[in-house]
C-alpha cells in the first residue's frame, strides 16, 4: 500500500505478489517503488493511478530485501538462494550476482557513492562488495547469530549490523574495525535507520520497542512504546524530520521529531554554563551527560505514549490490480479497514526527557507536500498483476475504484486536539521556566565566585596589615 500524506489523499492498494511482500522502497526520485516478495520475485510499480510495474525474476528462493542505488539506475536484491543480484531499472535486465554467502542471504544495500556493496545473512557474516570488480572487499564475522539487517551511514564510512541476537555492530570500513557495539534490546533487531546527520540511529526490535541511540555519546536516549507486536520496519525521512516505524501489530506509526535541531557545540557549551557538575536534564537539552554506557540502564527515557485514534473510519483507498479472488471476496475488500494506520500528536508525560517531540502525526495529515509513504503487508495473494517488463507478462493492469467513505471529526477529536495544544502550551511554558532557572543558576554561580574572591582578598590584606605592624623586641630589654 501506498499512502498520501496530502489532506483528505486516497491511498493506493497494489496487488501482484503471491506471497509475503519482504521488502519495499522508494527510488530516490520518488517515480517508483520496488518490492520484493517469498514469491521469488521483485516488481517495480509506478505509484499512479495507472498501476504498471514489472516483473524481475532470476532468484531461486524468497527475496528477502531490495534497495535502490543512490542514482536510482539499479537495484540490489537479497535471497534465500545464498545470492546478492543487481539489477538494472531502465533496461529491466539482470547484471551481475554476488555468491559467497553459505547461508541465506538477509539484506543488501547499496554504498552512498555507489561503489560498494554491504550485505548480511544467516551464515552470521557481513560482505562487503566492490561493484566494480565484484570481488569481497572484507568480511566481519564477529557475529554472534544470524545478522537480519545491514546500512551504510550517510557519508559511506561505516555499516550498521544489527542480529537475532539484539546486538548492533558499527563498523568503520575505512580500518575495518568494529567502533560501536550496542545490545539494547531484549530480543532480536529486525531493522534500523541512520539519521541524515549521523548522529543518532534509530532501531525496531520483537520486543515491541523502537530505540533511538545517540551515535555521537555512544548511548541509549529514547525508549518508544507504541506497538503492540514486533517492530519489523523503522526508516527515516530523507530531511531527517520524521522517521516511520511497521510492526506485527498491523500499525504503520508516523513520528516527528528534532534530533538535530541543536548543533552539538551548542549543548556542549550550554552543559558548561552549568552552576552543578551534574543538573537534572532539562527540557531543551538532547545530549545527556552520564557516562556513555551501552546497556539499557533506569535512566534512559521511556516514552509511553497515550494516544487517541483519530483515524478515519474507512479511508479512501483505490486497488490496483487483478486478484485472484472472486466478485465475493473482491467486494469484500473494498470494504477493507487497515487498522492503526494513523494516530494523533501525543505529550510524554515524563517532563524529565529532552525536549524531542517524538510525536506521531496522521498518515493522512502529515508532509505538506503531498509525499507518500509505502507499506508491505505480509501473506497478501493476489494474481501477477503486470505492466512493463517482460514479453510473456505485458498486459494492462485494471484499475479497481473503490466505495469510498468519509467520516466527519467528531467533537470528541476536536476536544482531543484542544487538550494536545494545551499540552503544547504548558511544555513551552516549562521550557521557558528551566531555562530561566539555568540563568538564574548562572548568576548565583558568579556571584558566589565573585564573593568568594572577595574574601580571598580580604583575608590576605588583614595578614599583610598584621605582619607589617608587628615589629620584633628589641635585644637589650
Not at 557475529?143 to 568503520?172: E, M, P, Y
Request: proline share 4%; with cysteine; charged share 20%.
Amino acid at each position: 500500500m501506498i499512502w498520501n500524506l496530502a489532506p483528505k489523499g486516497r491511498a493506493l492498494r497494489f496487488f501482484g505478489h503471491q506471497d509475503a511482500v519482504t521488502g519495499v522502497q522508494f527510488s530516490p526520485s520518488g517515480k517508483r517503488v520496488a518490492s520484493s516478495s517469498k514469491d521469488r520475485t521483485v516488481r517495480l510499480w509506478t505509484p499512479s493511478m495507472k498501476g504498471e510495474c514489472a516483473v524481475f525474476r532470476a532468484h531461486t528462493a524468497a527475496v528477502r530485501s531490495v534497495a535502490f542505488s543512490a542514482d536510482g539506475l539499479r537495484l540490489v536484491t537479497a535471497s534465500d538462494d545464498k545470492s546478492v543480484k543487481v539489477w538494472s531499472v531502465d533496461r529491466q535486465s539482470f547484471i551481475y550476482s554476488l555468491n559467497q554467502h553459505t547461508n541465506w542471504v538477509r539484506c543488501a544495500r547499496f554504498s552512498p557513492d555507489g561503489r560498494l556493496i554491504v550485505s548480511c545473512g544467516d551464515d552470521r557474516t557481513v560482505r562487503l562488495w566492490d561493484t566494480s570488480t565484484k570481488h569481497c572487499l572484507n568480511c566481519f564475522s564477529d557475529c554472534s547469530g544470524s545478522s537480519t539487517f545491514v546500512d551504510f551511514n550517510s557519508n559511506g564510512t561505516c555499516i550498521g549490523s544489527s542480529g537475532a541476537d539484539s546486538s548492533l555492530n558499527i563498523w568503520d570500513i575505512r580500518t575495518n574495525k568494529l567502533i560501536q557495539h550496542y545490545k539494547v534490546h531484549s530480543e532480536g533487531i529486525n531493522s534500523f535507520s541512520f539519521h541524515p546527520s549521523n548522529n543518532f540511529l534509530i532501531t525496531g526490535s520483537s520486543d515491541h520497542t523502537v530505540k533511538v541511540l545517540d551515535l555521537l555519546e555512544g548511548r541509549l536516549i529514547y525508549t518508544l512504546h507504541g506497538h503492540k507486536g514486533a517492530v519489523t520496519s523503522v526508516a527515516f525521512s530523507q530531511a531527517g524530520d520524521l522517521f516511520a516505524s511497521g510492526g506485527g501489530d498491523r500499525q504503520i506509526l508516523l513520528w516527528r521529531t528534532n534530533f538535530d535541531s541543536k548543533s552539538y557545540q551548542d549543548v556542549l557549551q550550554k552543559h558548561g554554563r552549568r552552576a552543578t557538575p551534574d543538573p537534572p536534564p532539562h527540557l531543551s537539552d538532547i545530549y545527556p551527560r552520564s557516562p556513555h554506557l551501552h546497556h539499557p540502564q533506569d535512566s534512559a527515557v521511556q516514552i509511553r505514549p497515550a494516544v487517541a485514534d483519530t483515524r478515519s473510519a474507512d479511508p479512501q483507498v483505490v486497488e490496483l490490480g487483478q486478484p485472484t479472488h472472486n466478485n465475493t471476496v473482491m467486494n469484500s475488500l473494498t470494504r477493507w479497514k487497515p487498522t492503526h494506520t494513523s494516530s494523533s500528536t501525543y505529550q510524554s508525560s515524563d517532563f524529565q526527557a529532552r525536549h524531542v517531540d517524538t510525536s506521531r502525526v496522521e498518515t493522512q495529515k502529515g508532509d505538506k507536500s503531498g509525499s507518500w509513504v509505502s507499506s508491505a503487508a505480509g501473506n497478501q495473494t493476489g494474481a501477477f498483476s503486470t505492466g512493463k517488463g517482460r514479453r510473456e507478462e505485458e498486459e494492462t493492469v485494471l484499475t479497481h475504484p473503490l466505495e469510498v467513505f468519509s467520516t466527519h471529526a467528531s467533537s470528541l477529536d476536536s476536544t482531543l486536539q484542544h487538550i494536545v495544544r494545551q499540552l503544547d502550551i504548558l511544555t513551552q511554558t516549562v521550557s521557558v521556566l528551566e531555562e530561566r532557572l539555568t540563568l538564574t543558576e548562572d548568576r548565583m554561580k558568579e556571584c558566589l565566585l565573585h564573593q568568594s574572591q572577595i574574601l580571598q582578598n580580604l583575608q590576605a590584606s588583614r595578614e599583610q596589615q598584621r605582619s607589617g605592624s608587628h615589629t620584633p623586641p628589641h635585644p637589650f630589654t
